[in-house]
């Protein structure tokens, strides 16, 4: 079930974890490895972490653009915490409207390396 916020944007996160824990997963046992989905849905979490924080400002600027103006904006100048979410919400729906080329492979191969770490 996805959470919305009033008027915002659906919470894509656990559908896009899951979407992306199976994937992951699959290409891992191509390869030869059979990791538990803890240690897989740790990394994609990492991935999807990194990824908004990445895009989030861009996400920002662009809501800020369509209320009618705005300079470069960072969540340091913006004192609402409900449009910088709102923002993060945006990057999340959008990364998983639209996966990164190779992102489910980047996954698999921390995944498989921090399999490699624990031996």
Known sequence: MKKKQKGGTPDFRDKLTNDMVSKVEEICK????TPG???IKKQVNIVIDEYVEDWYEVSLEAIQLMDGG?????D???DDPDLVKE???RVIKCMYDEKPPGIH???AESVIQEM????
């Open 37 to 39: 989905k803890d240690l």
């Open 105 to 107: 492979e980047h996954v």
């Open 116 to 119: 490699r770490n624990e031996t």
């Open 76 to 78: 340091e100048e913006i």
């Open 87 to 89: 923002a993060k919400l």
């Open 30 to 33: 191509e390869q030869g490895h």
């Open 70 to 74: 705005a300079d470069f904006v960072t």
